[in-house]
């Protein structure tokens, strides 16, 4: 009985918390925070390259297609993998001899809403460029794109996908980008706890994880670069990684010292499934990444003035991950699911 009560106090306690909005020790900004994480209503496909079912389903058969590899031996999804959130869990990519790339595999989670450069160092300038390279480079797929095109056309079910993608059946290079994309662009985060929460759930989230937001948006200052929805700015910063093995590495030339280190701020979504981390899979857990931003990484004149050390307490480091624990849907890894290309625009 005296326990009921208890509940029954703290429950209530819990909803005036939230109707006052500064109980709990909830940070009075939060609210406001709240509503920089809502989902938007669709997936934006540019101007140059509208949703069509007919072309992202072509392009989701050229993705986890081997025809694509010189020997038959790979595809986009042997890297891009969706069951490990759309990255493939090493360090490092494998080359073709198994030996390691320069770049951990980025998630491809939410590129639609990526508008600026992709990559980690901003290399290609949209999404529709990115695919010649893995397709071309010896190292990787290792298919010239005029051998990549000549085997497609030469296959009467491909000539028959494209001519249906397409206006006119010829297959060529842009074609083949831009069915690619379009396919990514529906590679999209499924519904977490945290989404639930910001649509109104109070009981989606614990304390703890609430606790971590305050302080992700607050103190910590997480989310001045992994802001909004999607949570990243776009953008490319020098958070102290990468050694010096690295120099000159960072925003594709540099053009200044600032740029020099300087790395895409990866989104958040999934994070708890996706390490190792970082542009080169130096952060083994999401503890380590911790560490490092309470460190305050490499101390140096390219280092983003949003990085110092945070002198975070046991509870912090708990709260902070426990709230990045809630980004994660935890079904399915196929994300493209049946609902995200529901909501695409007709064509
Ligand atoms: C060997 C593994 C591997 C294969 C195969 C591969 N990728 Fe990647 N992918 C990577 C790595 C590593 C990067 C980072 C490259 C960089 O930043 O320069 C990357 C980056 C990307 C990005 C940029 C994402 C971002 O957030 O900026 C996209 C898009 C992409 N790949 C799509 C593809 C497509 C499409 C294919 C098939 C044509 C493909 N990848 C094949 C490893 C791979
Ligand atoms: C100045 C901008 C900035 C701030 C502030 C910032 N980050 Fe980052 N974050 C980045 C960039 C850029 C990367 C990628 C760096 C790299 O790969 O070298 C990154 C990487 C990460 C990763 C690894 C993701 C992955 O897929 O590899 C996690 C996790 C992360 N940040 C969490 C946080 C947390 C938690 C905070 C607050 C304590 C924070 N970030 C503050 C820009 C920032």
């Not at 208890?6 to 939230?18: F, K, P, Q, R």
């Not at 857990?285 to 003035?305: H, K, N, Q």
Request: charged fraction near 20%; proline fraction near 6%; aromatic fraction near 8%.
């Amino acid at each position: 009985m005296a326990w009921k009560v208890g509940a029954a106090i703290a429950g209530l306690l819990g909803l005036v918390g939230v109707a006052a909005g500064t109980g709990g020790g909830a940070d009075p900004r939060r609210a406001g925070w709240r509503e920089s994480y809502r989902p938007p209503a669709e997936i934006p496909f540019p101007g140059e390259n509208p949703y069509s079912a007919a072309k992202a389903e072509l392009g989701r058969r050229l993705f986890f297609d081997p025809i694509l590899s010189g020997d038959g031996s790979r595809a986009c999804a042997t890297c891009h993998v969706p069951d490990l959130a759309w990255g493939d869990g090493r360090a490092r990519a494998a080359t073709r001899m198994q030996g390691d790339m320069d770049l951990r595999t980025p998630t491809l989670i939410n590129v639609a809403w990526q508008d600026g450069p992709m990559g980690w160092d901003g290399k290609f300038k949209t999404l529709e460029a990115v695919a010649a390279m893995p397709l071309t480079s010896p190292t990787n797929m290792n298919l010239p794109m005029a051998d990549a095109l000549a085997r497609l056309s030469a296959d009467s079910s491909y000539a028959a996908a494209f001519a249906a993608a397409f206006d006119e059946p010829a297959i060529t290079r842009d074609r083949l980008e831009a069915a690619l994309a379009t396919f990514q662009r529906l590679i999209v985060t499924g519904t977490t706890a945290f989404d639930r929460w910001i649509a109104g759930d109070e009981a989606a989230i614990a304390e703890p994880a609430k606790r971590g937001f305050d302080l992700f948006n607050g103190r910590a200052d997480c989310a001045s670069c992994h802001s909004g929805w999607s949570f990243t700015d776009n953008s490319f910063h020098d958070i102290g990684v990468g050694t010096g093995g690295d120099i000159g590495r960072g925003r594709f030339k540099p053009t200044s010292v600032a740029l020099r280190y300087a790395f895409k701020t990866p989104t958040l979504r999934e994070v708890a499934q996706r390490g190792p981390y970082m542009h080169d899979g130096s952060a083994a857990t999401l503890e380590a990444v911790i560490d490092l931003y309470d460190r305050g990484g490499i101390d140096r004149p390219s280092r983003s003035r949003a990085i110092k050390p945070l002198h975070l307490s046991a509870a912090e480091r708990a709260d902070l991950l426990a709230f990045l624990a809630t980004l994660s849907s935890g079904g399915s890894r196929d994300l493209t699911t049946a609902s995200f290309a529901a909501t695409a625009p007709a064509p």
